[in-house]
C-alpha cells in the first residue's frame, strides 16, 4: 500500500446468531397478532356471539384505530427511557407480560350476547392493541440501533421475515382449526385463545430474552407527537407514496382476512374450508418468498413489489366469479393471492430500509423511529379499515348474526354481498396501489443507487 493510501474502513463487526435469530421471534409475535384478529375476530363476533355486523364492525375497528394515537406516544416515552436494559428491551418485557394474557380473555366467550359481547370484546381488543403497541413500536425500531452497516440490518431482515411466514403460516392454520374443532363452540375459542397465547408468549420473551447484550450503536429518536410525526414524514417524498402505497395493500389484504371465514361458510358451504382455504392462501409463502427476493435482486425490489401487487389484483379479481364457477376457482384465485402475498410480506420492508437509508443519506438525520411508528400505525389502521369495511359491507347487504347454536338462513343478498366483499372490495384499494407505486419508482433512476444485498437468514 502506498504510504499515502488512506487505511481502508474497517467492516463493521458482525452481530452474533443468537442476536439475529432472537431478534426474528418477535415476528411469531407481530405476525400472529396482525393475521389471528383480522381473520377470526368478526366472524366470532357475529357467528358467535350474536353480534349484529355493523357493530361488530366497531368493535373491531376503534380498539385498533387507538394504535395511530398509542403508537407515537410509546415512541416517544420508549425514547426517553432510562429503565435498566436500554430504551427498547423493557417494554418488550412489559408487552410480553401483559399481551399474551389479554388475547386469552379477548375469546374467553362470556356468558354475553348482542351489544354487551361486542362491549366486552371491544375493551379487551383495546388493551390487547395497547399491550401491543408497547411490545411492536420498541421492536421494529431495533435493528436500526443495533447496527450501522446495511448488510447486517438485511441479515436481521430476514431472520424477522422468515419468522413472520412461519408466525402466519401457524397462526392462521391453527387458529381456525381449533375454533371450528367443536362446531364453533364458545368453548373452541376459549382453547384457541390460549394457543394462540402460547405462541405469542413464546416469540415476545424469546426476542426479549435472546437480545439482551445487543450492541447499541446508534440511537433513534422519534418525533414527540403524531404531529411532530406527520411534519417529518412530509419533508420525505418516497418515503409519503411508499406508506401510502402500503397503507392501500395492508387495507386489502385487512378486507380479505375479515372476508376469508365468511367466504369459507357461506360461498364454499363449509366452517372447515377456511383451513385450505388459508393454507392455499399462506402455504406459498415458504416457497416464494426466495424467488420474490430473487426477482429483486434480478430486477429491483420495487420491480418485484409491482409484480407482486399487479398478481394480487389479479387474484381479487378471479374471486368474484366463484360462486358461477365454483370452489375450485376459489381456491386457485385465493392461491394466486398467496403467491402475491409472499412478495408482500417481504418486499415493502425491504423498501422501506431502503427509503430509510436514503433520507439519512440525503438529510444526515436519523428518523428512522419516526417512520416506523408511522409505519406501523398506518398498517395497523389499514389492517382495522379492513374488517370494519367488510363488516359494513355485511351490514348494507342484509348478513343475518346468530349464535354457535342456532344458524340462520342468509338472505341471497348477503351471500352476493360476501362474493364481491372477498374480491371487488380488495381489488378497489390494490389497483390504486399500483399507480402509488408507479410514482414511487418514476424518480429511482434519479436517486443515489443503494446497496443491494440480499435479505438471507445466515
Not at 327 to 345: D, F, T
Request: hydrophobic content about 55%.
Amino acid at each position: 500500500m502506498p504510504a499515502d493510501a488512506a487505511p481502508e474502513p474497517e467492516a463493521a463487526p458482525r452481530l452474533p446468531r443468537r442476536v439475529r435469530i432472537g431478534y426474528g421471534l418477535g415476528s411469531l409475535c407481530t405476525g400472529t397478532f396482525a393475521t389471528v384478529p383480522g381473520l377470526i375476530l368478526l366472524y366470532y363476533l357475529t357467528d358467535v356471539l350474536a353480534v349484529p355486523a355493523a357493530v361488530a364492525g366497531a368493535a373491531v375497528f376503534l380498539p385498533k384505530a387507538w394504535d395511530v394515537l398509542i403508537n407515537p406516544l410509546v415512541g416517544a416515552v420508549s425514547d426517553r427511557s432510562r429503565l435498566r436494559g436500554g430504551p427498547r428491551r423493557p417494554f418488550l418485557l412489559i408487552g410480553a407480560c401483559t399481551l399474551p394474557p389479554l388475547f386469552a380473555l379477548l375469546f374467553a366467550a362470556p356468558p354475553l350476547r348482542g351489544a354487551a359481547a361486542a362491549g366486552y370484546v371491544a375493551a379487551l381488543f383495546l388493551l390487547a392493541a395497547t399491550a401491543y403497541a408497547v411490545f411492536q413500536v420498541p421492536y421494529v425500531t431495533m435493528p436500526a440501533e443495533m447496527t450501522e452497516d446495511p448488510g447486517e440490518r438485511r441479515r436481521i431482515l430476514g431472520w424477522r421475515v422468515a419468522f413472520l411466514g412461519v408466525a402466519i403460516l401457524l397462526s392462521g392454520a391453527l387458529a381456525p382449526a381449533l375454533a371450528h374443532a367443536d362446531g364453533d363452540s364458545p368453548a373452541s375459542y376459549r382453547l384457541m385463545g390460549v394457543a394462540v397465547a402460547a405462541l405469542l408468549a413464546a416469540g415476545m420473551f424469546g426476542a426479549w430474552s435472546t437480545t439482551r447484550g445487543a450492541p447499541a450503536v446508534a440511537r433513534s429518536e422519534a418525533e414527540p407527537s403524531l404531529r411532530a410525526q406527520l411534519a417529518a414524514a412530509r419533508s420525505s417524498r418516497p418515503f409519503r407514496l411508499l406508506v401510502t402505497m402500503w397503507t392501500l395493500q395492508a387495507l386489502a389484504i385487512g378486507v380479505m382476512l375479515a372476508g376469508v371465514q365468511y367466504f369459507a361458510t357461506y360461498t364454499l358451504g363449509s366452517a372447515n374450508a377456511v383451513t385450505p382455504l388459508f393454507a392455499c392462501m399462506i402455504g406459498p409463502l415458504v416457497l416464494f418468498m426466495p424467488l420474490w427476493n430473487r426477482l429483486a435482486r434480478l430486477r429491483s425490489t420495487a420491480h418485484a413489489q409491482w409484480c407482486a401487487s399487479l398478481l394480487y389484483l389479479v387474484g381479487a379479481a378471479a374471486l368474484a366469479f366463484t360462486r358461477q364457477a365454483g370452489p375450485a376457482l376459489g381456491y386457485a384465485a385465493v392461491a394466486v393471492v398467496g403467491i402475491a402475498y409472499a412478495g408482500l410480506q417481504l418486499l415493502p420492508l425491504t423498501l422501506l430500509a431502503d427509503t430509510l437509508a436514503e433520507d439519512v443519506a440525503r438529510t444526515g438525520k436519523r428518523r428512522a423511529a419516526t417512520f416506523t411508528g408511522l409505519w406501523t400505525a398506518a398498517e395497523t389502521l389499514a389492517f382495522a379499515l379492513g374488517a370494519g369495511a367488510f363488516a359494513l359491507v355485511l351490514a348494507v347487504t342484509g348478513f343475518r348474526s346468530s349464535d354457535a347454536g342456532h344458524r340462520v338462513v342468509q338472505p341471497q343478498e348477503a351471500l352476493s354481498g360476501i362474493a364481491l366483499g372477498m374480491s371487488v372490495l380488495p381489488a378497489v384499494p390494490a389497483a390504486a396501489s399500483l399507480w402509488l407505486l408507479h410514482l414511487y419508482r418514476a424518480p429511482l433512476k434519479d436517486r443515489a443507487p443503494l446497496k443491494e444485498e440480499p435479505a438471507h437468514a445466515d
